[in-house]
């Protein structure tokens, strides 16, 4: 082992060989180098500390504690996100703030502040974020849900309010509906004709989503498509994967996490063999356009969508895959909701014995002695449309409504919301608000009687279907597809739990997605209570 001494020896033997002059410039050299780099960093730094300063200058409306990189994510990962959202909201408040990986958002829980938002500054908050799914499966984004706010919207708006789901348009698929709608109800009557002697239980589910979509297909379409199943399995898939809080959705900038999830690909796999079916039936539309096809007394939406195009009257002239995209808006908006409004209404009403004599007695006396109920006596029905709406408020189908964004800087209750925020809005939550809901958990149907209150986005107590200028065009059209079905099978059967289970156990958790339908099918045991008249089954 050398010493000390000799190792000093050896620097100094190496020095004296190599005078420290000749050091110097190569010296001068690495600090002109590492100046710039120095003042570089100083910038940055510099740059940092005003942008925080800035930032913290905005007042921003208050919200739970923060992590680096996922922000507010780790305060939703216990439970679905609309309960956490709101369980939150009693601790910060009726408008939060939250970073959700790298968005920005403002959560809303409150009718008062809902108010503000989609009435008072409804234009500053009349546009919508970039979602992947939005992005991917409406043709970038050019339909209506998820269009940007502007002229082309403007101009789909109006044709949905005027051509595609008016009063009229609605009233045209009258017979769509009711045909549906008894096939659904022989068909649960042939299920308890084979059970013999013994109990089937239906699974309601499933009926109810199949009855939505065979309804959305003809009014859109005419007919059923033969790719029927393939087109209903496939937007399935997409409505999964479209929530708005997968890892695509809120770290767009992180490319690398959109290939690790698979999201994308899924999704432009998804959207392809959709795009193919209904390449296929518009084309077979213009084929029977051409030839005067005869066999149709009505329009279908595909039909009104076409015959715009063709006439050139449009400021916008529309192309095949705008046509597209809205039709897709159609189901996703449509179909999926209606089959979800059946399933909650039906579950509560099981769920309360009291609620569901009542509403049957209301539905047997006033088709007393008919064979069917005809859809223009509907209006009879007054505690059925009660049923409806407290179903509604406990359960709307889409509990955090389509996102908002922030077009110009903005002031609500006195918190500074900056351009580009994304804003939620908990519809879920307000409406079950105890400040004005009396008992607020519970589903008391009779709440609604003699209240001036609809869910046309008038009252920001009950917002089911949003409000203001990106409020759902196309309430008619799901409501009609709701209470036909649920008048006719509460009053053609009666119904209990399988297996002599009690009310208290069904089972009422939610799953989420693109909207919140009981995470368990529907099994329900019918008794036959009238006799169905009989009809041949549509194809």
Avoid at 350 to 370: I, L, N, S, T, Y
Avoid at 384 to 396: D, S
Wanted: charged content about 25%; overall charge neutral; glycine content about 6%.
């Amino acid at each position: 082992m050398p010493s000390n001494t000799n190792y000093i020896t050896d620097i100094s033997t190496i020095l004296a060989g190599h005078p420290i002059q000749n050091y110097l410039p190569i010296l001068f050299i690495s600090m002109e180098l590492q100046l710039p780099i120095v003042i570089t960093l100083l910038i940055l730094l510099l740059m940092v500390i005003i942008q925080k300063r800035k930032k913290s200058k905005i007042r921003l409306p208050p919200g739970p504690w923060k992590l680096p990189v996922i922000g507010s994510l780790h305060h939703l990962v216990s439970g679905l996100p609309h309960h956490s959202l709101r369980d939150l909201a009693k601790k910060h408040g009726p408008i939060m703030h939250l970073n959700l990986g790298e968005i920005s958002a403002i959560v809303i829980s409150s009718p008062k502040i809902a108010k503000e938002v989609m009435k008072t500054h409804d234009l500053t908050f009349a546009d919508r974020p970039s979602i992947m799914v939005s992005d991917i499966l409406s043709y970038n984004c050019t339909d209506i849900v998820f269009s940007p706010y502007g002229d082309y919207w403007r101009q789909l708006r109006k044709i949905c309010i005027l051509e595609l789901l008016s009063v009229k348009r609605v009233l045209s698929f009258r017979s769509v509906r009711e045909e549906e709608v008894s096939n659904l109800t022989r068909s649960i009557s042939m299920s308890i004709s084979g059970a013999g002697f013994g109990e089937v239980a239906v699974n309601l589910s499933e009926k109810f989503e199949s009855l939505s979509n065979d309804i959305t297909l003809r009014a859109a379409f005419g007919k059923k498509l033969k790719d029927n199943h393939a087109l209903i399995s496939l937007m399935s898939q997409a409505l999964q994967l479209g929530s708005g809080f997968g890892v695509v959705d809120l770290f767009p900038s992180k490319k690398f996490l959109h290939v690790i999830s698979g999201t994308k690909s899924r999704l432009e796999k998804i959207h392809m063999n959709i795009d193919k079916i209904l390449n296929d039936v518009l084309e077979e539309h213009k084929e029977n356009k051409k030839v005067a096809y005869k066999g149709k007394s009505e329009e279908d939406l595909a039909d009104v969508l076409l015959r715009l195009q063709e006439s050139g009257d449009l400021d916008f002239p529309i192309t095949t895959e705008n046509i597209k995209a809205v039709i897709m808006d159609m189901f996703f908006a449509g179909s999926e909701a209606s089959a979800t409004m059946l399933e909650w209404a039906m579950a509560e009403l099981m769920k309360h014995p009291k609620e569901m004599k009542e509403v049957q007695d209301e539905v047997r006396e006033v088709f007393r002695g008919k064979l069917n109920i005809d859809e223009a006596e509907i209006h009879k029905l007054t505690y059925l449309k009660l049923v409806i709406k407290e179903t509604l408020r406990l359960h709307p189908p889409a509990p955090l409504l389509a996102p908002r964004e922030c077009r110009e800087k903005c002031e609500i209750n006195g918190y500074e919301i900056p351009v580009k925020t994304k804003v939620i809005v908990n519809s879920w939550a307000i409406g079950r608000d105890p400040e004005y809901w009396k008992n607020a958990e519970s589903f008391e149907p009779k709440r609604f009687k003699g209240m001036d209150v609809d869910y046309k986005g008038t009252n920001f107590e009950f917002i089911p279907f949003g409000a203001g200028r990106r409020m759902c065009p196309g309430i008619l059209f799901g409501i009609a597809t709701v209470e036909l079905p649920l008048a006719q099978l509460l009053y053609h059967f009666d119904w209990k739990l399988p297996n002599g289970a009690k009310q208290e156990e069904l089972d009422m958790t939610e799953s989420f997605g693109g909207t919140a339908r009981p995470k368990n099918n529907l099994y329900f045991v019918p008794t036959l209570y009238t006799h169905l008249p009989v009809n041949n089954v549509v194809e």
